[in-house]
């Protein structure tokens, strides 16, 4: 099974894809897309073709994404809403939710930057609970 | 070139099209097999015909099914195939109103148009990867363009990675674009289709990379390439300096890229077209996430005419060439250009390095 962990953080898309090899897993890709103009049509579309790359690539069972809320203080960024959306429109697979809570229960990743961890921690929260 | 100058057999072929097809006119480009544009009577849709010849036998058909096999808005879609005898046989594709990446890359894109064409031929090539083929053949040529839109065509050298494999036989097409690797190993994997993906970006984004491939020869080379006699012989020893070019990374010049290419472009480059696969960016997700980042860093710069000229926000600035090296830094003032308050002449690089 392939699981694609998803943070949305600022003008980033941090993923990181873990594979799972028995009953443990591994990393297979960690990385980052970019979006800076959200007005942009062009740069839209531009993102939306990376993110086709990313998922023909990745080639993910699911995509276990870090929730972030919508609206009050804590709210995601035009940025961050807008990539979302764009990554919900092109998945072609389930997607999953995952609560700050049940990221925090989560152990760190090794080998990965620190900004992929929550990334990381999406994607081994879906795991854990898949693997229950 | 006119149909009249077609084999007799393609003629009659297109006789038989005429009942749904018109305004047949030859593609100068056919470089495998013969292209034939027309327009269908009914719907008026251009197309493009392209006929090919091939052995009876199971890979006889191997480029219109693979065409066929993926559906990606970067991939050339197919429209019908059929067979004309046991030897000859053609297959429909949509006519491509901007005609092939080469002709967009002479028209010189902004920077901004360059990234976006390789985003989406990196699209188009992850889902070729996806079904476990691998192109070997990306180059401008083989792109075509649909309304600023890349379409990756010419399947004539995909090849099916098979199970619990990572490589297949190199091709010995377009030797400018082989990876480093496939000349010494004869293997090619998904690492050698990024590394033309990120020769096609150094191009888009002005790269120099010359089609006359005695353009590559030193004087040196020069001195020896006249010593030699058979055409064979002259041919592999051309091939043998692009080979060392490319192994030792010094195919591409990134000094001939505009100055708007910054270091992080640059960097970018190098990792999409390392000489050695295993520092090389691993599949087409990285190689987008690297242009997105690019992306990001870069003002939508572009020539126009000798002029480099930025449109941002609700700016436009026009770096216009004094002829003396120097550039003079003008921006729109209504229906005019005046001088950048307080910025003088200079030379190009350092005027797009002080502007936003």
């Not at chain 2, 058979?230 to 043998?240: H, R, Y």
Request: contains cysteine; aromatic residues 6%; proline residues 6%.
């Amino acid at each position: 099974m392939n699981i694609l962990g998803v943070e949305f953080n600022s003008k980033n898309l941090n993923y990181v894809l873990l594979v799972s090899e028995g009953d443990g897993y591994k990393i297979a890709q960690a990385n980052r897309l970019e979006l800076t103009e959200t007005r942009s049509p062009d740069a839209l579309r531009a993102f939306q073709n990376a993110v086709k790359t990313l998922l023909n690539t990745a080639r993910p069972d699911i995509i276990a994404i870090k929730d972030k809320p919508e609206s009050g203080q804590m709210r995601a960024g035009a940025a961050a809403l807008k990539m979302e959306g764009i990554l919900l429109a092109t998945a072609e697979c389930e997607v999953e939710f995952v609560s700050s809570k049940r990221i925090n229960a989560c152990g760190d990743g090794e080998g990965i930057n620190a900004y992929h961890q929550p990334a990381f921690k999406a994607a081994v929260a879906v795991f854990a609970k898949r693997a229950r | 070139m006119t149909t009249e100058t077609l084999p007799e057999e393609l003629q009659r072929a297109l006789e038989d099209l005429k009942r749904d097809y018109e305004a047949f006119e030859v593609s100068e480009r056919g470089a495998n097999g013969y292209v034939v544009f027309a327009r269908n009577r009914i719907s008026g849709v251009e197309v493009a015909i392209k006929f090919y010849y091939g052995a009876p036998g199971e890979r006889r058909h191997d480029e219109p099914r693979l065409l066929a096999s993926i559906r990606s808005p970067n991939v050339l879609p197919i429209i019908d195939a059929r067979n004309l005898s046991e030897e000859l046989a053609f297959f429909l594709t949509p006519r491509c109103g901007d005609g092939d990446l080469d002709n967009l890359i002479a028209a010189r894109p902004s920077a901004l148009q360059a990234i976006d064409l390789a985003l989406g031929i990196a699209t188009g090539a992850s889902a070729i990867h996806a079904h476990r083929l691998i192109h070997r053949d990306l180059k401008p040529a083989n792109v075509v363009c649909d309304n600023g839109v890349p379409l990756i065509a010419d399947f004539g050298s995909v090849r099916r990675l098979e199970e619990g494999e990572e490589e297949v036989p190199a091709s010995g097409h377009s030797v400018l674009y082989r990876p480093p690797e496939s000349f010494d190993t004869g293997r090619y994997g998904i690492r050698g289709d990024v590394y033309q993906v990120g020769l096609i970006t150094y191009q888009l984004l002005g790269g120099s990379l010359p089609y006359d491939p005695m353009a590559y020869l030193s004087r040196s080379d020069q001195r020896e390439y006249s010593k030699l006699s058979g055409d064979f012989e002259k041919s592999k020893f051309v091939d043998n300096v692009i080979h060392r070019l490319a192994a030792s990374g010094r195919l591409m010049d990134l000094q001939s890229l505009p100055p708007w290419v910054g270091r992080g472009a640059k960097a970018a480059l190098r990792e999409m077209t390392d000489p050695d696969p295993q520092q090389r960016l691993a599949n087409m997700a990285e190689v987008a996430a690297r242009l997105t980042q690019i992306r990001s860093d870069m003002r939508d710069w572009r020539w126009s005419g000798d002029i480099a000229r930025l449109e941002w926000k609700d700016r436009i600035i026009e770096l216009r060439p004094l002829g003396n090296g120097c550039y003079e830094p003008l921006q729109a003032k209504g229906d005019t250009f005046r001088r950048i308050p307080g910025m003088p002449n200079g030379p190009l690089s350092e005027l797009v390095k002080k502007l936003p």
